[in-house]
């Protein structure tokens, strides 16, 4: 029996395939770059040393030889690990200044996720003969905890005779920093609310910034001011590769690299505390006129992170919870002190709210007629911790006209997210009862009574630091209207 073309076509493929010589891209999945070949590549380069990246060519088998091995959550959890591996080489991202934080994430899990016991969610966790700080991310494994890390490096620069850790943890830190915007960066390796790796934060860099700063002047190390002045870097750069977002008033600050709309309070007011830390201890000019820049912009952007009675988590109209409101206050209330030092350093006198020059240009001195108002900062921090005691405001407007079995609406605003419990009553039969949690401004509850006569409309508010308010008014529902004929 002739073969038919299509029998012909497909015995031709066969015999193509066949006839490949051995580690030809016979298929779309062998062309594309992996772990190894890009390891390869660096050695072929002179930039990768040989040993090492046979170290993490190993470090990359014996992960995913454990992958096959594991099961459900666990086989989830490294999957993600090694899946962000496999997207850096396949972007061309293994630079080598990355490698080393890469391959111990990856050490990391695979050691974790064999034999250890599950932890809680965002539990944060140190190693054996490590300082670092890390965090479960769910989906994600455990990543690198910079802001973590950081917070723990000043918090040992506080205490008196923990300065051999503070050494060992900065070291520790740099030597998993990677190389971009010009300088030095400590990333994040794991995909975060639709942020894809590698992503950096200002306000986990400029927490490392005040702490290799008072590391520098404590241990005197200029080493960590140099590493400090490197990792400015970010903050010049626009993202994605920095968080610099230029304004007409100066410069904000981001605290996520990859989402360069989202303008968060709480991050942008830290990112400045780093920056003053790093200008004044350095005595650093581009360090000021990074803080100058930055701080102009906080004072042209701060009133509309306040809403009279809470704080905004990010704009537009994203409230903090309490956590991110508390923080957000502290950050305030260090930007307040620190500016407050500098003007009683600097003798006094009338305080100027314009900003030093950007960038490129040569800040004046420090001195009382060129230095920033604190009272701002220190205003809203007070205002902040009022609102943590103060009750809601309610107003609760109940329709003029509403008619048994016909639908409405009761409308009520509160001045600040808040649980809250709307209540109806007819006489001693309560009727609706809903409850749920709602920001500031004006609000609706849908109604259709079912009978004529008085009700009672009760609305309950606690906000989230605990503070409740009560609002009631009297709705009288009018007899149902006849069907018309």
Not at 244 to 254: D, E, I
Not at 258 to 278: K, R, S, W, Y
Not at 409 to 415: A, E
Request: some cysteine.
């Amino acid at each position: 029996m002739p073969r038919t073309p299509v029998v012909l076509l497909l015995a031709a493929v066969v015999a193509a395939l066949v006839s490949l010589p051995p580690g030809s891209a016979s298929a779309t999945s062998k062309s594309r770059p992996t772990v190894a070949g890009e390891l390869q590549k660096l050695v072929a380069a002179g930039t990768l040393d040989p040993a090492l990246a046979t170290r993490y060519r190993d470090a990359d088998r014996q992960a995913r030889t454990t992958l096959k091995r594991l099961h459900g959550f666990r086989h989830a959890q490294l999957k993600a690990v090694i899946a962000n591996l496999d997207a850096a080489a396949r972007g061309g991202l293994l630079i080598p200044s990355r490698l080393p934080a890469l391959f111990l994430t990856l050490q990391r899990n695979r050691a974790w996720w064999a034999a250890a016991p599950i932890p809680a969610a965002g539990q944060r966790m140190t190693f054996s003969g490590s300082l670092v700080v890390w965090q479960f991310y769910p989906g994600q494994g455990l990543q690198i905890q910079w802001l973590g890390t950081f917070g723990k490096a000043n918090a040992l620069w506080m205490v008196k005779g923990r300065d051999p850790e503070l050494r060992r943890l900065l070291d520790e830190a740099l030597g998993l920093a990677t190389q971009r915007a010009g300088g030095i960066a400590f990333e994040y390796l794991f995909r975060f609310d639709g942020g894809r790796p590698p992503w950096v934060s200002g306000l986990a860099q400029a927490t490392g910034l005040s702490a290799l700063s008072r590391a520098a002047v404590r241990l005197k190390d200029p080493r960590y001011f140099e590493a400090a002045r490197s990792a400015l870097g970010i903050f010049r750069t626009p993202p994605p590769a920095g968080v610099r977002v230029a304004t007409p008033a100066g410069a904000h600050y981001l605290q996520y690299s990859f989402a360069p709309e989202l303008h968060i309070a709480n991050g942008f007011t830290q990112a400045l505390n780093g920056l003053h830390d790093f200008a004044a201890l350095a005595h650093d000019a581009e360090g000021q006129a990074l803080f100058a820049a930055g701080e102009a912009q906080l004072r042209s952007e701060l009133p509309s992170f306040n809403t009279g009675a809470w704080s905004l988590y990010a704009r537009p109209g994203v409230e903090s919870d309490l956590g991110y409101h508390r923080l957000l206050r502290d950050f305030l209330r260090g930007l307040c002190n620190r500016l407050t030092d500098d003007l009683r350093r600097a003798g006094g006198g009338v305080p100027v709210t314009a900003p030093a020059p950007d960038v490129g240009g040569t800040p004046a001195a420090p001195g009382a007629a060129t230095l920033p108002d604190p009272a701002l900062y220190c205003d809203t921090a007070e205002r902040f911790t009022a609102d943590m005691v103060t009750k809601p405001v309610l107003t609760l407007t109940p329709p003029a006209t509403l008619h048994a079995r016909a639908s409405g609406s009761i409308d009520y605003t509160t001045n600040k997210v808040a649980i809250v419990t709307v209540t109806i009553a007819k006489g001693a039969t309560t009727v609706v009862r809903r409850t749920a949690r709602v920001g500031y401004g004006g609000h609706a509850i849908g109604f259709r009574p079912a009978q004529p006569g008085p009700h009672t409309v009760r609305v309950h508010a606690v906000d989230l630091a605990g503070n409740a308010a009560d609002a009631t008014a009297a709705l009288d529902v009018a007899a149902a209207r006849k069907p018309r004929r």
